[in-house]
Structure formats: structure tokens, C-alpha cells
């Protein structure tokens, strides 16, 4: 094994970000695998962001522009002519 | 990636001054919008404030626009400058954080390891739980809460955020990384709490 390849708790968290979006070398994900499967703390700082970053885009948290809103923005913008057919 | 809109807006069209093309942009970006300013500055007030400004001015400029970027790295772009502008003015001192969000190696050492990952959905989406979610979002410095925002929330490529922010690949990179350590340490502390609760509530019941 290259010696530069050697993962540990700090090069794993440098990576996290592109570990988690799937934008690392195959070497590279085997590598931090390697070393997830023998390290308890970096698992769980893997688990709980990803978590965090599921929880962020889930529907849940997808807020519309209220009715109300939408109504005035168009009004701001001159465009109350078009306000009507949106969602019809 | 920016999800295509169902039907192409035209650029022609929007430079001309086309009314119902500039109102049919209005209504394919005005959430994407909205969202950014109420993460951005978290009230409902200010996110409608950012939401008119930023197509006011969009529609002022529409003529000056050369169509180098897309219409929603552009209008991306003029959200993030109205949010931060509308952040200057509501807490004109300087984030000392903000200062260091370009160090590679600032704050990252995560402290919490309680692996609350497995908890189902309706805890962690319950009113509390999303409660939690966006008041930690609040607590980012603002120049990570954006790149944050762009990325996580509204899905942006990295290179998308990069055009919309003006920063590098690099630059981006590094504020998402240090932007999710720091939300992933606020959630695990406050499930932490929360789980010792629950425990100190289990066995006030059992007794
Ligand atoms: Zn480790």
C-alpha cells in the first residue's frame, strides 16, 4: 500500500465533503472505508452528516412563496396582470 | 444541479421586455428565492424583502444580462448580494468567524459522537426537531450558511455556487465542508440533550 494513500481521523474529515457526494478516486473511497471500518468516531461523524444533509433537502423542509407573498411581488414588479393563472 | 424549468425561458423573449415571459420567470424562480432569503436571514419578512429586490433589480438589469451564465446562476447571484447586503444592515459588525472561512484548517475537530443518524424521521422532522434544524442553520457564519444554502438546500452544483458567489471550486469546497461539520456538531449536541431527557423520563416513569 502507497504510504500517501494512508487514511486517518484528520485526512478522513478533509475528505468528508467529497466523500459524501461520491467525488473521490475509487483508491481513495477504499481507503477511507478501510479505515471507517475500524474507527467508531469517524463512522458516526459520517452517519450523523449525512443525516444532516438528508434532513436539509427532505420535503419537509421545502417552504412555497405564500399566496400572499407571491400577490404583493407581482404587484411590486408591475405584473399584477399576470397574477392569476398559476397553478390552474 | 439546477432543475431544468418545463419549458425554456426565453432569453430573447426576457431582453425584449416580454411581460408575460418576465412573469413566468418570476414564478419559476420565486421559491428558490424566497428559501434563500429565509434561510439567509431567517424571518419571513426579511425573505419577502429579499425576494422583491432581488427581481426588482433582475428585471431592471434584464437588458445588461449577456446570458454568459444561466438565468438562475444570475438570479442566484442577486439573492446572494441582496441577503447579504440586508445581513450587513441588520448586524453591520464583522463576524470574526467569517474571517477564517477560508482556512482549510479552522474548527473542524468535531466534538460529538453520539450517532443520532438512526433516529426515525418523525422525531427529527417533528416541530421541535426541524426547530433545532433551523436554528442551527442560523448559528452558521453567514459566508458558510450561503455556500451551505446554495449547495444542500437548493442543490447547486459546486460550480454553479462558485459562478452565483464568485469564489473558486476550492473556496466552495471548503466553506461546505466546514459549513456541514459545524451544523453536524450543533444537531448531535442538541440530540444528545435530548436522548438524556428521554432516558431521565423513562425512568422517572418506571419508578
Ligand atoms: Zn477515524
Redesign the pocket.
Known amino acids: 500500500m502507497m504510504d500517501h494513500n494512508h487514511v486517518?481521523?484528520e485526512t478522513?474529515l478533509g475528505s468528508l465533503s467529497e466523500y459524501i457526494d461520491g467525488e473521490l478516486s475509487p483508491e481513495l473511497c477504499r481507503e477511507i472505508e478501510k479505515?471507517l471500518a475500524g474507527?467508531d468516531?469517524?463512522r458516526v461523524v459520517l452517519n450523523t452528516t449525512r443525516r444532516t444533509i438528508d434532513l436539509v433537502q427532505s420535503p419537509a423542509e421545502a417552504v412555497p412563496v405564500p399566496d400572499e407573498v407571491r400577490e404583493r411581488l407581482f404587484k411590486r414588479l408591475n405584473l399584477d396582470d399576470y397574477l392569476k393563472p398559476k397553478s390552474q | 444541479m439546477i432543475n431544468p424549468t418545463p419549458q425554456e425561458l426565453s432569453l430573447e423573449k426576457l431582453r425584449a421586455g416580454d411581460r408575460a415571459e418576465m412573469a413566468r420567470m418570476v414564478d419559476v424562480f420565486s421559491a428558490p428565492v424566497y428559501r434563500l432569503g429565509l434561510r439567509m436571514l431567517g424571518s419571513p419578512q426579511d425573505a419577502e424583502d429579499v425576494l422583491q429586490n432581488t427581481f426588482m433589480n433582475a428585471l431592471t438589469h434584464l437588458s445588461e444580462f449577456e446570458g454568459r451564465s444561466s438565468i438562475a446562476t444570475w438570479l442566484y447571484r442577486i439573492a446572494a448580494n441582496e441577503a447579504l447586503m440586508l445581513i450587513r444592515r441588520r448586524k453591520p459588525e464583522v463576524n470574526i468567524e467569517d474571517l477564517q472561512a477560508d482556512d482549510p484548517d479552522a474548527g473542524l475537530m468535531p466534538t460529538q459522537f453520539v450517532d443520532w443518524s438512526g433516529l426515525p424521521e418523525n422525531e427529527l422532522l417533528s416541530e421541535e426537531g426541524k426547530k433545532a434544524l433551523d436554528a442551527a442553520i442560523q448559528t452558521l457564519p453567514e459566508n458558510l450558511r450561503m455556500v451551505f444554502v446554495m449547495r444542500d438546500v437548493e442543490g447547486l452544483s459546486i460550480k454553479e455556487t462558485a459562478d452565483a458567489l464568485g469564489l473558486t471550486g476550492t473556496n466552495v469546497k471548503t466553506r461546505l465542508l466546514r459549513a456541514r461539520l459545524h451544523l453536524r456538531e450543533r444537531l448531535s449536541a442538541y440530540y444528545a440533550e435530548r436522548s438524556q431527557h428521554l432516558i431521565r423520563e423513562d425512568k422517572n416513569d418506571g419508578s
Open positions: 486517518n481521523c478522513l479505515h474507527c468516531n469517524c
